[in-house]
Every structure is written in C-alpha cells, then in structure tokens.
C-alpha cells in the first residue's frame, strides 16, 4: 500500500500569505495524485486532480505542483475561507490512499 | 448538480453488518462509478471500494471480505454492506462519485469529485 506522508499536521499561516503544503508519497506515483479540502462538519471537496489540474469551479490561487514522490499545494493568497484541512490522494495503485492530512489555521 | 445522500442504521451492534444507501438525484446513475469513503472521527480518509453500473465492484483489500456493495439503477441509489463490525469500523460513511463520466471518457478516473454529505455510523453494544 502506497503511503502519502503529509507534514506538519498544521500549518499557521494569516491572511494573504501564501500556502505550500507538501505530500510525500512512500514510492513513485508519477502525476496521479489529487488534492481535497474538508471543512468542519462538512464533506471532502476535490480541489486538484492529475497533480496539477484545478477541479471545476476552483479558483486559481490555488495549484498543484509535483511528479514521482513529492508534490505540492500552494495558495497563493490566502483567504479567509481557505483555512480547512486538505488531503492528498493517489491513484497510482491498489488501494487507492490518502493522506493524514494539513490543517491550515489561522495565525 | 448531482447530489448524494447517504441512508441507514446509524448505531450497529458489534458483529453485525453495517447497511448502507447513497441515493443519487440530478444524475444518472448509469454511466459513473460510484465510491465508499469514511472516515473515523478526527482522522483521515479511507477508500473503501466501488461499483458500476453493471455490477463490477472493487474493494480495499483491508476491507475485501466483509464487503459487499450493489447497484439499484431504477432507483437511481447503491448501497453498501459492511459485515462482522467492530468498533474500529465506527467513523463517517461517505458515498462518492468518480470525476469521469463513462459515456464520454476514459473512466474510471479515481478522483472523486462529489460527495454526499456523510452519515456517522456507530458500532457498539
């Protein structure tokens, strides 16, 4: 099973500072990852998919970046809503996994 | 737009199966592949399995042999059976639907782009 490390598991950033959460995955899984943002009480919404391609209706502060086994979320400018907590996933292989997880808070 | 909603027992005895429903509104059912995710409380997100609309199914291996899930197409819904529960199956039960549409493109992509808003099943005595 593929495993996709997300650190830190929180991440303190302010308003209009620009994001990078990272994902390592344990062994290549070339450009075959997405990335989901979750809010309290709410379900996971696809924000990236393919590493780098935005999901329908995503702004494009946000974008992903990365190939093999390290990959990036970045936003650019944070807003106030962007504060949540985001996971990685792969499809690269049987089962399909994702990550712990970043919570980004306000600093 | 597609919405998901999931249907069943919310408290489930130890051993028993867990019975889920995820009925589909604004969509057809027929030409997606259609997900089970969950997720324990405070923690992060597991990929239970699938199904299409002719049956096929996969699972996680982890979960394989207590799973079962089926298909409903003329009532546009699919369900999921999870047997022999513990209490580590207690968590938020999500239906999700794969990103590519079938009639129009390679599928299944294994992004899940939308979700049904979760039900929270509790395995205890």
């Known amino acids: 099973e593929i495993v996709l490390t997300q650190t830190p598991a929180t991440l303190s950033l302010s308003p209009g500072e620009r994001a990078t959460l990272p994902c390592r995955a344990s062994?290549?899984?070339?450009?075959?990852l997405a990335w989901y943002q979750q809010k309290p009480g709410q379900a996971p919404r696809l924000l990236i998919y393919?590493?780098?391609n935005r999901a329908t209706g995503i702004p494009a502060r946000f974008s992903g970046s990365g190939s093999g086994t390290d990959f990036t979320l970045t936003i650019s400018s944070l807003e106030p809503e962007d504060f949540a907590v985001y996971y990685c996933?792969?499809?690269?292989?049987?089962?399909?996994?994702f990550g712990q997880g970043t919570k980004l808070e306000i600093k | 737009q597609v919405q998901l909603q999931e249907s069943g027992p919310r408290l489930v005895k130890p051993s028993e199966t867990l019975s889920l429903t995820c009925t589909v509104s604004?969509?057809?059912?027929?030409?997606?592949?259609w997900n089970w995710i969950r997720q324990p409380a405070g923690k992060g997100l597991e990929w239970i399995g699938r199904?299409?609309?002719?049956?096929?199914?996969n699972q996680n291996p982890s979960l394989k042999s207590r799973v079962t899930m089926s298909v409903d197409t003329s009532k546009n819904e699919f369900s999921l059976k999870l047997s022999s529960v513990t209490a580590a199956d207690t968590a938020i039960y999500y239906c999700?639907?794969?990103?590519?549409?079938?009639?129009?493109?390679?599928?299944?992509?294994?992004?899940?782009?939308?979700w049904g808003q979760g039900t929270l099943v509790t395995v205890s005595s």
């Open positions: 999700a639907r794969d990103k590519a549409d079938c009639s129009t493109t390679s599928c299944p992509a294994n992004w899940f782009d939308s």
């Open positions: 604004g969509a057809s059912i027929s030409t997606y592949y």
């Open positions: 199904i299409y609309t002719t049956g096929s199914t």
């Open positions: 062994q290549s899984i070339s450009s075959y």
């Open positions: 393919d590493t780098s």
């Open positions: 996933q792969q499809r690269s292989d049987w089962p399909y996994t």
